[in-house]
């Protein structure tokens, strides 16, 4: 095996949660600014923590009102919450690559930039927790990707070596983390943002079909 421990993100990469993601921004913002954004202006920031988000779409309301990032926040968790089974899916080949890579003894953490318990409600739907022995999600960092601390945090629990470790995700803070951690780095092509985006930071791999990790890993 090249590679013996392997770190996902979730959103994007896993779980097809995309249109789950721009409809509960959809919803929220709606709510809170009528008419102001579209879907177009919720693609550049998705794969940041939700906080960061909501802190930009607020603007100078973020600073003004007291409480009112935390109130979009919560708007767009019962929102994301209350329609997850109904939006979400499963990418092709997932279930069976993560099946596989478990029973060769590859080692695989979650990398999320979500809360825990939603990203345990992604797991559970399509019965992946098992895979994985690891799971990292937004409140156990004080940085988040693209900073490396999550990385690292989950290779720590993995006990994995940096020459041996891999990271896949779909964002560019997916691929910067992982630079940033020293570990390589495979970009999937069915990220929204498109094959050229992720191309651009030079990840040392980049795959159309989830089932090319398994060469990838193997070696």
Request: glycine letters at 6%; a negative charge; one cysteine or more.
């Amino acid at each position: 095996m090249k590679y013996r421990y392997v770190l996902f993100d979730l959103d994007g990469t896993l779980l097809d949660t995309n249109e789950l993601i721009i409809r509960s921004f959809e919803y929220t913002l709606e709510k809170f600014y009528p008419g102001r954004y579209t879907r177009t202006d919720i693609l550049p920031l998705m794969g940041q923590p939700l906080i960061q988000q909501m802190e930009f779409y607020a603007g100078e309301d973020a600073a003004r009102l007291e409480n009112h990032v935390q109130q979009m926040v919560d708007t767009y968790r019962e929102y994301n919450i209350a329609m997850h089974d109904q939006y979400v899916a499963l990418f092709p080949h997932v279930s069976e690559v993560l099946a596989a890579l478990h029973a060769e003894g590859v080692r695989l953490a979650v990398v999320t930039s979500k809360m825990r318990k939603t990203a345990q409600m992604g797991l559970d739907l399509f019965l992946l927790t098992p895979f994985f022995e690891a799971i990292v999600a937004v409140e156990d960092t004080e940085k988040h990707k693209p900073d490396p601390e999550p990385l690292l945090l989950a290779m720590d629990k993995l006990g994995a070596e940096r020459e041996r470790t891999i990271m896949v995700g779909d964002s560019p803070y997916d691929l910067l983390g992982a630079k940033a951690a020293e570990i390589a780095s495979c970009g999937v092509a069915w990220s929204l943002r498109g094959r050229e985006a992720l191309a651009e930071l030079k990840p040392d791999y980049i795959i159309d079909d989830m089932r090319e990790l398994l060469s990838i890993v193997r070696g």
